[in-house]
C-alpha cells in the first residue's frame, strides 16, 4: 500500500501540523472495515471502525518545528488483515517565526536598468562548519525569483522559486536537503535573484514593481552534526551582493553576456518580517522533458509542438545570438508574434511589445532560468545553429498524471492531445490564461477547466495553493478579482470595475467544490467557507440594491434576486462577437448570465453549508438560488415557455443549471438543437457554456447533433484547430485564419474543456459520488466511432473503461477499484452493477 501525506508525494518542509493521510487499499481488497496507523515514536492508533482512506487525520501530536516522522497503515478488509504498509516519511519546515534568525537582505542598488530589462542580482554569504555534518536543510524564500548554488553546484531541481503568491498575504518557502553538498571549512552559498511576478510584467497591464519595488532574499541553513549539535546561519548583513551581466523578465525573456560584474557591495538588511511565510501545498515547477526539433527552415527551429518552457542552446561562437520564441508563423514561413501584443485592449493607452526573447552574448551552452515562453518555433539570429545546437525544455509544475483517453479516430486523440498540452503548458505555479501574452491566473479560466483538470491530473494541491491566493486577495466588499494572485495595478481605475464578474468570482464557490467532489477535501470548504459567503453576500446585496438603467417603472417582486447591474464578461469570445466598441459591451445587460450563475452558485453554496454543517446557512442559500432561479425564469422565460434570448450559451445554461422549469427541459433541447442545426451544425458559444455544451445535447436525447459538432471541420469548431496544425487548443476560434495570420493566444486551455466529454461520455467514465466512491460506466457511441477507452487513476485506485463496436455488436470491458462500485449501463439502457474487479460485458 502507498500511503500520502496531504495531497504530496514529497512531503518535504510542510507547515501543516497535523497532516492527513491516504491511502490506497491492498490488490485483491473489495472494502475495508477498519484502519490502524503506527508512528515511529510507537504511537499505535486503531483499529479504527470505518472504510475512510482519504484525508484521514494525524494519529499523533501536533508536529514541531524540521520534525521528521514515518508513519504506517494497515488494514481490515473483506480478505483479512494486511501487511503494514510501506513507511510515508515527512518533514516540517520552519512553522514560528522565532525559528528564523536570518534576516531578509536586498541588493544594494533599487533598479538597474529599465523594466523588463533589470539586472539579476548576484547575492553570496558563506557558512563555515569545523564538525562532520549528519543532516542539513536549507531554507529559503524570495520576493522576485531566486535560484541556488552551494558551492558551485545548483540546489535542488525547482524552477521559478519561491513562486507567484499574494505576497502581502502569503510567500512560499522551499526546503532543501543540501546534504551532500556541504564540506568541511568554508561553504560558498550564492542565490541569482530576479524580479520575477514581484516586480517584473505581469497581467494585462504589464506594469511593473506591482508588489514592490526593491526585490529580497531570505535562507536560512541548519546543520545536525553527528555530534548532536546544531548550526544555523543565514543571510545577513555579512553577504555581499553585485549586478551580474543577466537581465531577466517573465514576459521580455532573458539576457546574458560575458561581460564583468560590478564590484561587489554591502547587502541592505530589510524588515520583511517571517509571518508570511508558508509552504506551498502543491508540486513544484520542474523542467519535466526535453523535445528536438522535427523541422529547420533557414534560422527557424519547429519544435513540433506549442509548450511553455525555453530552449537550451549550444553556441558555438561568441557572436551574439537573438531567440524569438513564437506560437505560429506567418505566412512568409517567419515567426510572428504580432498576436501576442495586448495593443488591441482599448483600456491600453501604451503599445506593448510581445518579449519572449532571449539574448546570448557568450560562446558556450545558454539555458535561461527566470523566464518561460510559450513557443512552438524559435528564430535563431546571429549565429549558424545546427538541428543538434538547440533542445527544447519543458517547464511545468509537475503535476502526476492520473487519467487518459484513446479512440479510433486519431483526430480526437489529437484534440484530447492538445486541450491537455494546452493544459499543462498554463499550469505554471498558477493556472495562466496563457504562458505568454499576460500569464495571469484568471478565474474564469480554472472555473470551466478545474472539473476536467481533475481527471487527467492530480491538481488538489494546485487548487489548494491558488485558491488561498484568490481567497487573500478578495476585496474587504466581498468582490472577487479576475485573477489569483491579483496584480495590485488592475485593482485601480477603470480595471478595478471589470472585477467582480459572473462565472469568475464564482469560482470562490465551484472550484472549492470540485475539489470536495474529486478528492474529499471537506477541510477545504471549511477553509474556503468564509471567502464563499463574502462572494455570495456582495451579489446578493448588489442584485437587491442596484438596477440595470435600462429597466424602467417599478421593480417587480423578482428583481431583488435578478443580478443585472456590475460588469461581466458575459459568454466572453462569442464567434463573430464584435468587441470595438468595448464600452457598449461593458454597459450591456448581462443579468442572462449573472442570474444564472447566482442560482448555480448558491445552490452548490447550500450544499456546502449542509455538508459543513451549517443548518440555517444551507437554508438560506437554498432559498437564495430558488428566488434567482425564479428571477431567472421570470426574465427569461415567455409565457408561451420559449427561452430568451434564445441564444446556444443561454439555452445550455438553461438546461446544465437547471433553470427552466421540468415540462420545459425537453422543449428547450429542441430549441438548442434547432439553433446549431440552422446555424450550419456550428456551435456559437463562448468562454461559459462551452464545456456543457455537448453533454446537455446528450443527456436531452440530441447525441447525433453533439458528436456533429464535436467532428464538425469548418470553423468555428474543435477540428478546425486541429486541422489547420494546433497542438494546444486557441483562445478564439479562429485562432488563425483561413490567410494563416494568427489572432490572440494559440495556448489558451478554456475551450479544451471539450475533452470532458470524451471522458464522460464517449468512453462513459461518469463520477456519481465524491472520491469516486460510486461512479457510472456508460459509453455513448457515436459519430462513426468504433472503440473507445479511458482510465482514472481515482483516490481509491485505477477505474477505467474500454469498448468495441464491431458488426453491431458491443463489447465492453470495465474495472472497478477496491472500495468502489460501479453502475454499467450498456448503449441499449440494460443496467448491471460492478463491485471492484474487472468485469466483461456483451450486446448484441
Known amino acids: 500500500m502507498r500511503v500520502r501525506v496531504e495531497h504530496l508525494d514529497q512531503p518535504f518542509g510542510l507547515d501543516v501540523r497535523r ?73 516540517a519546515g520552519l512553522l514560528e517565526p522565532s525559528d528564523w534568525v536570518a534576516q531578509w537582505i536586498s541588493p544594494y542598488e533599487i533598479e538597474v536598468g529599465e523594466p523588463g530589462f533589470r539586472r539579476v542580482h548576484r547575492l553570496r554569504g558563506e557558512v563555515s562548519l569545523n564538525r562532520p555534518v549528519a543532516t542539513a536543510r536549507l531554507y529559503a524564500t524570495a520576493l522576485g525569483l531566486y535560484e541556488l548554488h552551494l558551492n558551485g553546484r545548483r540546489v535542488g531541481d525547482l524552477e521559478l522559486t519561491p513562486g507567484y503568491t499574494e505576497y502581502g498575504t502569503r510567500i512560499q518557502v522551499q526546503t532543501y536537503d543540501v546534504t551532500p553538498l556541504l564540506r568541511p571549512g568554508v561553504n560558498r ?145 517567419d515567426v510572428t508574434t504580432d498576436h501576442l501584443r495586448p495593443a488591441d485592449v482599448p483600456f491600453i493607452e501604451h503599445e506593448l511589445r510581445a518579449g519572449q526573447v532571449d539574448r546570448v552574448e557568450t560562446a558556450g551552452v545558454f539555458e535561461p532560468r527566470f523566464t518561460t515562453h510559450g513557443f512552438r518555433y524559435v528564430r535563431a539570429q546571429g549565429s549558424a545553429l545546427t538541428p543538434d545546437d538547440l533542445t527544447g525544455v519543458v517547464v511545468h509544475t509537475d503535476l502526476r498524471p492520473t487519467g487518459g483517453f484513446a479512440c479510433d479516430d486519431e483526430r480526437l486523440n489529437r484534440l484530447h492531445e492538445a486541450a491537455v498540452r494546452s493544459f499543462l503548458g498554463n499550469a505554471c505555479d498558477i493556472p495562466t490564461d496563457c504562458p505568454t501574452r499576460e500569464r495571469a491566473g484568471w478565474t474564469g479560466d480554472w472555473q470551466l477547466y478545474a472539473p476536467v483538470a481533475t481527471f487527467s491530473h492530480d491538481v488538489a494541491g494546485f487548487s489548494v495553493k491558488w485558491l488561498r491566493d484568490l481567497a487573500a486577495g478578495q476585496w474587504e466588499n466581498g468582490v472577487v478579482g479576475n485573477m489569483a494572485p491579483m496584480p495590485p495595478a488592475e485593482r485601480t481605475g477603470f480595471l478595478r470595475n471589470l472585477n467582480g464578474s459572473a462565472g469568475w468570482g464564482d469560482a470562490i464557490v465551484l472550484v472549492p467544490w470540485e475539489m470536495f467532489q474529486e478528492y474529499g477535501d471537506r477541510d477545504l470548504l471549511a477553509e474556503m467557507w468564509p471567502a464563499m459567503t463574502r462572494w455570495l453576500n456582495y451579489v446578493s446585496r448588489t442584485a437587491s440594491a442596484q438596477r440595470h438603467p435600462s429597466r424602467t417603472g417599478a421593480p417587480a417582486p423578482h428583481e431583488r434576486f435578478l443580478w443585472d447591474t456590475g460588469f461581466h464578461w458575459g459568454e466572453w469570445l462569442v464567434p463573430g462577437e464584435d468587441m470595438s466598441d468595448f464600452a457598449a459591451f461593458a454597459a450591456a445587460d448581462k443579468s442572462d448570465v449573472a442570474t444564472a450563475y447566482f442560482a448555480r452558485t448558491a445552490r452548490v453554496a447550500a450544499r456546502i453549508a449542509g455538508l459543513l454543517g451549517f443548518s440555517e446557512q444551507a437554508a438560506q442559500w437554498a432559498e437564495v438560488s430558488d428566488g434567482a432561479r425564479s428571477a431567472w425564469q421570470a426574465e427569461f422565460v415567455t409565457p408561451a415557455g420559449d427561452v430568451r434570448p434564445e441564444t446556444q450559451a443561454n439555452l445550455v445554461r438553461a438546461l446544465a443549471f437547471d433553470l427552466v422549469p421540468a415540462e420545459l427541459r425537453r422543449r428547450t433541447a429542441d430549441r438548442l438543437a434547432k439553433l446549431i442545426r440552422d446555424n450550419g451544425t456550428h456551435l456559437s458559444t463562448g468562454f461559459l457554456a462551452t464545456p456543457d455544451l455537448l453533454p446537455v445535447l446528450a443527456d436531452a436525447g440530441h447525441l447525433d447533433v453533439a458528436y456533429d459538432l464535436l467532428l464538425q471541420t469548418t470553423p468555428p469548431s474543435w477540428l478546425t484547430m486541429i486541422e489547420r496544425g494546433a497542438t494546444t487548443v486557441w483562445e478564439r476560434w479562429e485562432g488563425i485564419d483561413t490567410n494563416g495570420i494568427p489572432h490572440d493566444s494559440l495556448n489558451h486551455y478554456s475551450k479544451g474543456a471539450v475533452i470532458g466529454f470524451l471522458h464522460r461520455y464517449t468512453a462513459g467514465l461518469q463520477r456519481l459520488t465524491p472520491t469516486w466512491r460510486r461512479f457510472r460506466v456508460h459509453p455513448h457511441p457515436g459519430g462513426g466511432l468504433t472503440s473507445a477507452s479511458a482510465w482514472h487513476e481515482t483516490p481509491h485506485g485505477r477505474a477505467s473503461v474500454e469498448w468495441t463496436l464491431t458488426d453491431g455488436s458491443f463489447v465492453l470491458k470495465a474495472t472497478v477499484p477496491p472500495g468502489c462500485e460501479a453502475e454499467v449501463v450498456l448503449p441499449d439502457g440494460d443496467t448491471h452493477k460492478a463491485g471492484p474487479g474487472t468485469h466483461h460485458f456483451e450486446q448484441g
Open 19 to 91: 497532516p492527513r493521510l491516504s491511502w490506497q487499499l491492498p490488490p485483491g481488497a473489495s472494502r475495508q472495515t477498519a484502519y490502524e496507523l503506527r508512528l515511529d515514536d510507537g504511537t499505535l492508533t486503531g483499529p479504527i471502525p470505518g472504510d475512510g482512506t482519504v484525508l484521514m487525520p494525524w494519529p499523533g501530536r501536533d508536529l514541531t518545528s524540521r520534525e521528521r516522522r514515518r508513519v504506517w497503515v494497515r488494514v481490515w478488509t473483506d480478505r483479512g488483515l494486511s501487511d503494514w504498509s510501506e513507511p510515508a516519511e515527512l518533514e
Open 189 to 333: 552559498l550564492e542565490a541569482l535573484l530576479a524580479d520575477g511576478w514581484f516586480r517584473g510584467q505581469v497581467g494585462m497591464l504589464r506594469s511593473h514593481n506591482q508588489f514592490g519595488d526593491r526585490t529580497a532574499f531570505l535562507a536560512q541553513v541548519h546543520i545536525d552534526h553527528s555530534d548532536g549539535s546544531t548550526t544555523v546561519c543565514g543571510t545577513g548583513p555579512s553577504w555581499v551582493s553585485s549586478p551580474t551581466a543577466m537581465t531577466a523578465d517573465l514576459i521580455e525573456g532573458q539576457t546574458t553576456s560575458d561581460a564583468a560584474e560590478s564590484a561587489e557591495t554591502p547587502v541592505v538588511p530589510t524588515g520583511h518580517g517571517f509571518d508570511r511565510l508558508v509552504s506551498s501545498p502543491a508540486p513544484p515547477v520542474r523542467a519535466i522533458r526535453e523535445i528536438r526539433p522535427i523541422a529547420v527552415r533557414g534560422n527557424v527551429f519547429d519544435l513540433g509542438e506549442n509548450v511553455n518552457g525555453r530552449v537550451r542552446v549550444r553556441n558555438p561562437a561568441r557572436t551574439p545570438l537573438t531567440l524569438t520564441h513564437a506560437e505560429a508563423l506567418g505566412p512568409d514561413g
